[in-house]
């Protein structure tokens, strides 16, 4: 079945320091691919996304890109803040269908000053 | 615009209880979804609605959990009895209908389920 597959958490990083999260996915077809961020005591919130191969999603400084060769939607940032610790999510769908979301385990961020 | 509501927040129950949540999409949203958060763990779909139809019960353990969406708007969840395992949050979501990029889903808070 599809699936998705986060790197593991918890990752820490000092304020400025540049973020990697790598994402990777199996599905049969060409799903949307999606970045959600659940801060402390929130709900899940949309990030970003991205329909097709090659398309680049992007929001609040948070970039990712949808490489089909390589099934993978790995979340980039140059400059992270302290604002940004939060839980992040990768997760698919296929919107050509009434399809629910397949996430990932989640990556845990901690930014410290 | 208003954003999907859940309630309540937070719930404590003792084993072999029942409890109900209740979800309240984004109006005019024609879908709604129930997943299943375990610490630790992303969320995991327990059941679909397309107005006051089910289009997916798969993963519903429906020897203990049951959901409705009277009218095709508001959606309660229940569990009858709680175990253990059933301790997570609880997340509803909706979206549009209509296809392409207008389909994100939008969550709600969740609600908080701690069965001991």
């Known amino acids: 079945g599809d699936s998705v597959t986060q790197m593991e958490g918890p990752v820490t990083l000092s304020e400025e320091a540049f973020l990697t999260i790598n994402c990777t996915y199996t599905?049969?077809?060409?799903?949307?691919l999606f970045w959600y961020v659940q801060y402390p005591g929130e709900g899940l919130q949309l990030l970003l996304k991205?329909?097709?191969?090659?398309d680049k999603g992007s929001n609040k400084g948070f970039e990712a890109t949808y490489r089909k060769e390589t099934t993978s939607f790995h979340l980039e940032k140059g400059s992270v803040q302290v604002s940004d610790s939060a839980v992040y999510f990768c997760a698919l769908s296929f919107t050509s269908g009434n399809t629910p979301l397949v996430f990932g385990k989640g990556t845990r961020l901690s930014v410290i000053a | 615009e208003a954003g999907v509501a859940q309630s309540p927040r937070y719930k404590i129950i003792e084993k072999r209880q029942s409890v109900a949540f209740w979800c309240n999409p984004i109006s005019g949203h024609a879908t709604l979804y129930w997943y299943q958060q375990i610490l630790g763990q992303g969320p995991k779909l327990l059941i679909q609605f397309q107005n006051n139809g089910v289009v997916d019960d798969s993963q519903l353990p429906k020897d203990r959990f049951s959901a409705e969406r009277l009218k095709g708007v508001d959606s309660t969840l229940k569990i009858q009895p709680a175990k253990l395992e059933d301790s997570a949050v609880y997340l509803c979501a909706s979206s549009t209908s209509g296809q392409g990029i207008r389909k994100t889903q939008y969550f709600g808070p969740g609600t908080r389920l701690l069965v001991l």
């Open positions: 991205a329909t097709k191969a090659d």
């Open positions: 599905a049969t077809g060409y799903p949307s």
